[in-house]
């Protein structure tokens, strides 16, 4: 071997090894046959062979024959020894009641990784193309199957659009039926985020208050009449937990039917539900056609899968097609394929049956050690975060939290106007153990004391 190669297979394996040690390169990852990487590189197989030997020789990487080459799994020894920078057991990716995401520990990526790759292998040449602009149709037709015996909300793949998300699935409403001024009436306490998407749409904000019965309907009436839309959580209102009660669900369902105006049901966590059996959906009953029912997987699979979906009432079916066909749907075609494998044979309905256990069970965790410490959380009947009362400045306590590394929320920045509402809100999904849960509490208590 003449000295320029020489060099350049320890340059190849420098470069492989900084990538192990920077995690880049995980233990028992597979790397690309040498054939592969000389075609990449543009150096010739023996190069790259004489680099990958050298590693195996040092223990860096390990061969299995046909198999391939591999990353040693001895080095993961390196990294578990290394000291906790957080709370025992914690993602460090993630801050202990951090809102809005499930319990990835949870998620089976394994049976999720077989689905996908059963689809990417069996893809034909057609399924490089742009799919549907409304979302492919055996995805639509599994979330049909899903919502008709979950919800026993009944309708056609033609009515359900899929988008990248609960943001864009209001977006999509707004362009397709509000013109600028209209007003929607928003829960108070209710979802901040949203409300940009909203003004950035031309929408006036009419914020109506919340109370244990859920939106106040003959408030939203007197105050904003004119309103053209309405948009709220009618299952378990975020942030406050309760439930729309029947007589407000028929008052809202006539106020929209009169005033020829919109509901946007978002029903973003509804699987789960630990007492009780839930009401019924506003788009179950919606006999006038007035409501648009709004779900995300973000809750009950995971975040980073950017799919959510909406049911348009028939007669909007056209209207909505046609704002959706001036941009592709933004969801990848290999993902719409999987997830509708992953619905149609059963995994998601037996995910979400553990996640529920799962949730049960950390919700206790929780609640015993907050009681433990002396303070007090408002019960919930579903959901995947809790409200702690505090008699302090919310607001203040919160950055205290925060800067203690907790990720928590105050009920005071989730209102539009003051109306006496202050808490802590918090997440007890990534919580997976009942020692990180003391310690968790513990820190809180300390932080906000």
């Not at 037709?141 to 359900?160: G, N, T």
Request: charged share 20%.
């Amino acid at each position: 071997m003449d000295i320029p190669a020489l060099s350049r297979y320890r340059q190849i394996a420098r470069q492989i090894k900084e990538a192990i040690e920077k995690g880049e390169l995980t233990p028992g990852s597979r790397l690309p046959s040498s054939r592969t990487w000389a075609q990449e590189l543009g150096v010739s197989r023996a190069t790259v062979e004489s680099a990958y030997g050298e590693l195996v020789a040092q223990g860096w990487l390990v061969r299995r024959g046909q198999a391939g080459t591999f990353v040693s799994q001895t080095l993961a020894v390196r990294h578990e020894a290394s000291p906790p920078t957080a709370l025992a057991g914690e993602d460090p990716g993630l801050l202990p009641f951090q809102l809005g995401l499930p319990a990835l520990d949870r998620f089976p990526r394994a049976l999720w990784a077989r689905v996908m790759g059963r689809r990417l292998r069996t893809q034909s040449r057609y399924d490089l193309a742009l799919g549907d602009v409304c979302g492919e149709r055996i995805l639509r037709q599994a979330i049909v199957d899903y919502l008709r015996f979950s919800r026993s909300i009944d309708c056609q793949p033609e009515q359900i659009f899929i988008t990248s998300g609960y943001a864009a699935s209001v977006t999509l409403i707004l362009q397709t039926l509000a013109s600028p001024g209209d007003g929607i009436w928003m829960e108070d306490p209710g979802f901040p985020l949203i409300r940009p998407v909203i003004e950035g749409q031309g929408i006036a904000l009419n914020p109506v208050p919340v109370d244990a019965q859920g939106m106040d309907i003959a408030a939203g009436i007197a105050r904003y009449p004119q309103a053209r839309f309405a948009l709220l959580t009618p299952a378990h209102q975020s942030p406050l937990g309760v439930a729309l009660s029947v007589s407000r669900r028929r008052a809202l369902l006539d106020w929209a039917a009169q005033r020829q105006a919109w509901i946007i049901e978002d029903d973003y966590d509804s699987e789960f539900r630990y007492q009780g059996k839930p009401l019924p959906p506003l788009k179950s009953l919606d006999a006038p056609q007035r409501v648009i029912y709004a779900g995300t997987f973000s809750k009950s699979l995971f975040p980073a899968v950017r799919t959510a979906w909406l049911v348009v009432p028939a007669p909007l079916v056209n209207a909505f097609r046609q704002r959706a066909s001036l941009s592709a749907c933004t969801v990848p075609l290999l993902w719409q394929q999987t997830l509708a494998d992953f619905i149609t044979e059963g995994h998601f309905w037996r995910h979400l049956k553990k996640m529920r256990q799962c949730y049960a069970l950390r919700h206790r965790w929780l609640v015993e050690a907050l009681t433990a410490h002396g303070l007090c959380c408002v019960e919930q009947q579903g959901g995947i975060q809790l409200r702690v009362d505090v008699e302090a400045d919310d607001r203040e306590s919160a950055r205290r939290a925060r800067e203690a590394g907790l990720s928590v929320q105050a009920l005071s920045d989730w209102q539009i106007e003051p109306r006496g509402h202050r808490g802590l809100l918090i997440s007890f999904t990534n919580l997976t153990s009942p020692e990180m849960v003391e310690q968790a509490v513990e820190k809180l208590v300390r932080a906000i004391a």
